[in-house]
């Protein structure tokens, strides 16, 4: 009820800013890292009306500013996990809150599928993310030879409306999961994605033919080919899931052949491929936290991948490898991961980068989210130190300019049992 | 030293109830020998058919000095010392005297830890690179298959093992999956290279066997039963009060050596080892109501449960753990997979231990091990959001003595006490911060990890050829 009381007065500051109390937020005194430029000693970040106003040592204050002391503490903007199924999966042994795989049929081209769409935006997942200083997220679907479209929310209560900052953001799909594809050998899935691409460029340009029937059978349904076109045209990133060195080579091919704008997402052994990734300039998305030669896809998995693509100049995003649902349940340990990039060999410079700004720039959304500058929408966190440490406390959470409360279940759960037997009344 | 071998004859020999093992005084090398050949004289006829043949790696008098260490065994000692000597702690101070031989390390400041103990793993018994050829965690062809040893199926050359030793795990518990309701015995391992499993056995170490509540026994056997939370525990009781049975017709023939010995049962055989005592029980268990229920079983068939592993909702019954002396091997900070883990929450562990209960930081993850310190600062930082304050001495017990209690192997490992093996880390800073690595790791007072020294980091045999070669880095 809450989350639906909040929606509907967010849609009502939507629809009538004037009817809005301007709020005035002065946090004070801490450093602030606003990624974007050189830290700042005993600065203020001023917030108005859900917005980064002004940045800096000499902010004059406002006198009817709601004032937040920072003294001694880091300040940086809320933290960005690119990689999650947030509100796409809940429980995930329980069918019905599962909703990231769509079921793409015998083509395995799940193009269209929209994931943000069946969005459950009450999900008790979302909170303690949110409560831990991540303030937005990449939703991405799974499953599939072309998964389907991933978007780029903010954790706001409210609707998905509410939540977008971007969508969609790029176009998900898998090389070097045959099982997924529906193929029986790696070569046999660089075909169909050939296929696929092939029979988007033919749609494209006779969409009237289709309609009369006079082309020949495409091999997706009308839908896909459809959502297909801003890939095949450069336009919209591919995003593909994949691992092994070999596969890495495979997707640069690919990409070159039909000019298509790709993302590594997981990268295992991109490491090993790190200086033709940097050439082609294609980014990764990855872990620092997994070295188990988990598979024969995965067989070169180090912890220092993160650090040694950026050493050869590529584009680095950090998602969860660890252990723990890191898409779910662990998304909050988005700093964890930058905490051990760092320990692997990442500059904390860059890993902070790596998730605020760099995502943001990726996917296009870095003049609303990302960065402690003006104009920005105020998504900021005051921590109690070193936000990679895992002693530190995020202890103050801005989300567009409003104070996360710490409401989530995990957080009612400790308070009601802190002492035994629980009382049960509210805790 | 001591070893405590797994002799039940004497104790077998008493009258009724027969609960304890006699401890026989035995050390690593006669062990192999004294436990065989015992065939037909009790329920056991040989205690010990797979002995360790473990040795301790050669060492070398080691001081490691300008150091913190957290001893596990009292507050944090300041720019102290330790001694290593002979494989065991000879002496932790703030000086220490180094003999002549003695190889010095300046530790410069860093940090000194036990070696870390992580008391739910499945290295070996789910290697990597994991598929069909080395899924072998799980027996579910029947929900109670006491009669299965998780040594069994443990391949020495999986790669997860060095991996986990870079991370200062130096003891770990390799348990069976959780399909079954009885799953089988575990194997406490030290982490070195060897070409047999027996040659990773704990010297001493007592068994343990894996129990599942739950979600995991009933959805794996749903067609065929248990199919509900109810059948999970008649099945429990129903091996129970088969094993008494079967412990009681071993007890009886034992007094009177009349007639032909009942016929071995391997499951029942594990079984009343667990009702005399001598086998600990581990028990998978995510609710607090399954919990109450599985220490009522226990009650009915006097046995004890060592420790509850996952415990997700432990915070809930902590005062009752406490109460029963029964440790939590929980997470940090996982949960919410299925609906038994929904309730977990990062302040487990420090509600458990506030509570006064033994806390322990396991994995169930072959990277997650090698993490224990990051995720016991978590543990700590929850903690103290919620009130709690758990000081770094306490909170180093969750990854060292807590696990080595729950092992029965307190009396041997899990802080840095004088006498105690000498099984060592050495930080690159204070363990509890994310930057930290473990530099050097000693087991037995033998250095078998030195991230300095790549080039002599232990591959397994699988990773030749098949795994880049990139010691040197994080291993």
Redesign the interface.
């Known amino acids: 009820m809450r989350a639906l009381r909040n929606a509907a007065a967010l849609l009502v500051a939507l629809a009538s800013p004037s009817l809005l109390e301007a709020q005035t937020i002065a946090i004070t005194g801490g450093k602030i890292y606003p990624v974007s430029s050189a830290p700042i000693e005993n600065g203020t970040v001023l917030i108005r009306d859900g917005k980064i106003v002004s940045v800096g040592a000499n902010v004059t204050i406002p006198a009817d500013a709601q004032r937040v002391d920072a003294t001694g503490k880091w300040v940086t903007p809320g933290l960005i996990n690119a990689a999650t199924t947030l509100g796409l999966v ?5 069918n019905q809150t599962r909703d990231a795989s769509a079921n793409a049929g015998q083509d395995h081209v799940a193009a269209a599928f929209t994931v943000w769409e069946g969005l459950n935006t009450t999900s ?2 979302i909170a303690p993310a949110r409560e831990d200083g991540v303030t937005s997220v990449v939703v991405m679907p799974s499953g599939g030879l072309i998964s389907g479209q991933a978007a780029f929310l903010d954790l706001v209560d409210g609707t998905v409306t509410d939540m977008v900052v971007r969508a969609p953001i790029g176009m998900v799909g898998e090389i070097g999961n045959k099982a997924s594809a529906g193929v029986g050998a790696r070569g046999e899935l660089l075909v169909r994605l050939r296929e696929v691409f092939e029979d988007t460029k033919s749609y494209a340009k006779r969409k009237a033919d289709f309609e009369r029937a006079q082309t020949r059978d495409y091999s997706a349904s009308r839908l896909d080919l459809e959502s297909l076109i801003p890939v095949v045209e450069g336009l919209m990133p591919l995003l593909l899931r994949v691992d092994k060195a070999s596969d890495i080579d495979a997707a640069l091919k690919i990409a070159s052949e039909y000019d298509l704008k790709i993302m590594i997402v997981g990268g295992a052994e991109a490491w ?1 491929m790190a200086d033709r990734l940097a050439a082609a300039k294609v980014p990764v998305l990855t872990g620092a ?8 896809s ?3 998995s ?3 991948n993160a650090g040694l693509l950026r050493k050869a100049g590529v584009t680095v995003v950090l998602i969860g490898n ?4 890191p898409d ?3 998304v909050r ?1 988005i700093r ?1 991961e930058a ?2 990039a ?3 060999g990442m500059t904390w410079d860059d890993a902070l980068r790596a998730v605020t700004l760099t995502p943001a720039e990726l996917f296009g959304v870095s003049d609303r989210v990302g960065t402690l500058q003006a104009g920005r929408a105020a998504n900021v966190v005051i921590w109690g130190g070193d936000p ?6 995020p202890e103050r959470v801005f989300l567009r300019g409003k104070a996360v409360e710490r409401t989530s ?2 957080e009612a ?3 009601r ?2 002492t ?3 009382s049960y009344r509210t805790p | 030293m001591r070893y405590f071998v797994f002799a039940l004859m004497a104790a077998a020999a008493c009258t009724p109830p027969a609960t304890t093992q006699a401890p026989a005084p035995a050390n690593a090398s006669t062990d192999s020998k004294d436990s065989k050949n015992r065939a037909g004289a009790y329920s056991t006829p040989n205690d010990n058919p797979f002995p360790s043949s473990y040795k301790p790696f050669a060492s070398r008098t080691t001081v490691i000095r300008n150091v913190n260490l957290l001893t596990a065994a009292g507050p944090m000692v300041r720019g102290g010392a330790i001694l290593l000597r002979d494989g065991k702690i000879a002496a932790v101070g703030a000086t220490v005297d180094a003999p002549a031989d003695a190889v010095v390390i300046d530790g410069a400041g860093q940090y000194v830890t036990p070696g870390l103990i992580d008391t739910h793993s499945h290295l070996g018994v789910y290697a990597a690179p994991g598929g069909r050829g080395l899924d072998d965690g799980n027996e579910a062809t029947n929900p109670v298959t006491a009669h299965v040893w998780a040594e069994h199926s443990v391949w020495p050359q999986d790669p997860q093992f060095p991996r986990n030793l870079a991370g200062g795990i130096t003891t770990l518990q390799v348990l069976p999956g959780s399909a079954n309701l009885i799953g089988g015995r575990s194997a406490v391992l030290k982490v070195v290279p060897s070409r047999t499993v027996q040659g990773m056995k704990f010297p001493g170490a007592k068994y343990g066997l894996k129990m599942a509540c739950g979600e995991n026994p009933k959805r794996v056997y749903a067609s065929r039963g248990p199919a509900t939370r109810m059948g999970n525990v008649a099945g429990y009781r129903a091996a129970w009060i088969g094993a008494q049975a079967y412990r009681q017709r071993w007890d009886k023939w034992n007094n009177n050596k009349s007639g032909d010995p009942p016929s071995r049962e391997l499951g029942n055989e594990t079984l009343a080892e667990v009702l005399r005592g001598n086998i600990y029980i581990h028990n998978h268990c995510y609710r607090a109501d399954e919990m109450a229920q599985m220490i009522d079983i226990a009650n009915e068939f006097g046995y004890k449960i060592r420790s509850f592993h996952h415990g997700v909702e432990a915070y809930k019954v902590a005062d009752l753990l406490a109460k029963e002396g029964i440790s939590a091997s929980i997470w940090a900070d996982w949960g919410g997979f299925k609906l038994e883990a929904m309730d977990g929450i990062r302040s487990n562990l420090a509600l458990v231990h506030a509570a006064g209960a033994r806390s322990i930081v396991h994995s169930d993850d072959p990277s997650g091990s090698q993490r224990l310190n990051q995720e016991a600062a978590k543990g700590m930082a929850a903690g103290a959001a919620l009130g709690i304050t758990v000081s770094e001495d306490e909170a180093i017990k969750w990854i060292t003595l807590n696990p080595a209690w729950s092992l029965g192997l307190d009396d041997k490992i899990g802080t840095l006490e004088a006498g105690k093996n000498a099984d060592v880390v050495l930080w690159s800073g204070n363990p509890f911060s994310v930057y930290s690595k473990p530099e050097k790791v000693w087991i037995d007072g033998a250095m078998l990890f030195d991230r300095s020294d790549a080039k002599e980091a232990w591959r397994t045999d699988f990773e030749l050829g098949f795994v880049p070669d990139v010691r040197g880095g994080s291993r």
Not at chain 1, 289 to 296: A, E, R
Not at chain 1, 322 to 325: E, K, S, T
Not at chain 1, 388 to 393: D, G, I, K
């Open positions: 809940e429980v995930s042994q329980e008790v997942m090993m936290m997994n070295n188990i030669p988990g598979s024969f995965t067989l070169g180090r912890q220092e660890g252990p723990g649902d779910t349940f662990g340990n964890q905490g051990n760092v320990a692997y990679f440490e895992l002693r530190t406390l279940r995990q759960l400790g308070r049992y802190k035994l037997p629980p």
